[in-house]
């Protein structure tokens, strides 16, 4: 079965600052990959979706994350933060695994920009 | 579109009481997932309707919790009776079958005192 693992629950970071959020998930043959951002009291929002094509994803509010398939990984990037970044961050994955796209979520990062 | 719909939002109640969260899905979207938000056990998917048919309920946590989609636009999850340890925000996604997008509602709080 899919796992996911994001490697950092928290993040601290300045606004304007770049950041990079990461993701690393189990092995399979193909996948479908997601990240979703749930900004307090509220339910998750697409950002961006790497089905194929290009291995470089860009997505909502000018995050931008890239799937490495020799690494597993699927990390979110965005190169300047604004404090209105601040909210949880969910990585996902999709395999047709029983039959249907099945997402596994990670653990979740909170994404915390300082003034 | 006003996106999937949930109620109530918050919803407070006792040990042993029923408890009945509803989900309206995105006109013609075909399938439905219920899902729980949980500090220790992060998102975790319940269960998962298509054509409103229970396809995997695996995620079930027990007799307690059952959900029904009697059509495309109205699902229910029900806990009967509730305990303590079904606090958590529940939420709904809904998605065209072909699609690999969800669309998620905006979650229901449940307080089980």
């Known amino acids: 079965a899919q796992s996911v693992t994001q490697l950092d629950s928290q993040v601290p970071v300045f606004e304007e600052a770049p950041v990079e959020l990461r993701c690393n998930y189990s092995?399979?043959?193909?996948?479908?990959l997601f990240w979703y951002v749930q900004y307090p009291n509220q339910g998750l929002q697409l950002l961006l979706k790497?089905?194929?094509?290009?291995?470089l994803v860009k997505g909502i509010n000018g995050f931008e994350a890239e799937f490495n398939k020799s690494q597993t990984s699927f990390h979110l990037r965005k190169p300047s933060v604004h404090i209105s970044d601040t909210a949880e961050y969910f990585c996902?994955?999709?395999?047709?695994?029983?039959?249907?796209?099945?997402?596994?979520f990670g653990a979740g990062t909170r994404l915390a920009v300082h003034p | 579109d006003a996106g999937v719909i949930q109620s109530p939002r918050h919803e407070v109640t006792e040990m042993g009481q029923e408890v009945t969260l509803r989900c309206k899905p995105i006109?013609?979207?075909?399938?439905l997932f219920w899902y729980r938000q949980t500090m220790m056990r992060g998102l975790e998917l319940l269960i998962y309707?298509?054509?409103?048919?229970?396809?995997?309920d695996s995620g079930m946590p027990e007799d307690r919790f059952s959900a029904k989609m009697p059509n495309a636009s109205f699902s229910t999850l029900k806990i009967q009776p509730s305990e303590p340890r079904d606090s958590a925000v529940y939420f709904c996604?809904?998605?065209?079958?072909?699609?690999?997008?969800?669309?998620f509602g905006p979650g229901t709080r449940l307080t089980v005192l």
């Open positions: 006109s013609g979207h075909n399938s």
């Open positions: 790497y089905l194929s094509g290009s291995t």
């Open positions: 996902a994955v999709s395999d047709l695994d029983g039959g249907y796209n099945k997402l596994i």
């Open positions: 092995s399979s043959v193909s996948v479908y």
């Open positions: 309707f298509n054509n409103n048919v229970p396809i995997d």
């Open positions: 996604a809904s998605t065209l079958e072909t699609a690999n997008e969800q669309f």
